[in-house]
């Protein structure tokens, strides 16, 4: 399902993709779909529910939480934490730090990607004609 966030009278309902950091990523579609994970938060005033997939290979790990690639390991600090702000606020800023969480994660697979692109980039440069890399470069600099 495509992210999305409903607003009703006294609640909100989200749905969100996670990212996977695990790995580099696939070049084939059915497999990048493994590497998302959908989290719906309800979030009233005072209350926020998460739901995880309970299939998906990013499970949140059981205690002692020693899974390297634990991405709400800060915001459990933080609840845990009686003078932080995610303990004192209301629950929409526990519902943003979640989300906040989920976006991060997106960098850092944009980051693998971008690794992917440039060895990809490296391989076609050297079998590439001089006539195709001035038009690669032109197209980058556009």
């Known amino acids: 399902q495509r992210s999305n966030a409903d607003e009703y009278d006294a609640h909100l309902f ?7 950091t695990a790995g580099v990523p696939s070049s084939n579609a059915k497999d ?7 989290v719906s938060l309800f979030v009233t005033k005072d209350t926020v529910i998460s739901v995880r997939d309970p299939t998906s290979d990013l499970r949140w790990p059981a205690p ?3 899974l390297a690639d634990d991405a ?3 915001i459990r600090e933080n609840i845990q934490d009686a003078s932080s702000k995610t303990r004192n606020s209301d629950a929409s800023f526990l519902a943003y730090r979640i989300i906040d969480v989920l976006v991060d994660r ?3 697979c944009l980051q693998k990607y971008q690794l992917q692109v440039e ?4 391989e076609v440069m050297k079998a590439a004609s001089s006539e195709h890399i001035l038009k690669i470069h ?3 600099r556009e």
């Open 64 to 66: 002692p939480y020693a």
């Open 138 to 140: 032109a197209i980058e």
């Open 14 to 20: 989200i749905v969100a993709n996670m990212a996977s």
């Open 106 to 108: 997106y960098y850092v």
């Open 32 to 38: 990048r779909e493994k590497d998302l994970e959908q």
């Open 72 to 74: 709400w390991k800060s």
């Open 119 to 122: 060895e990809i980039d490296s």
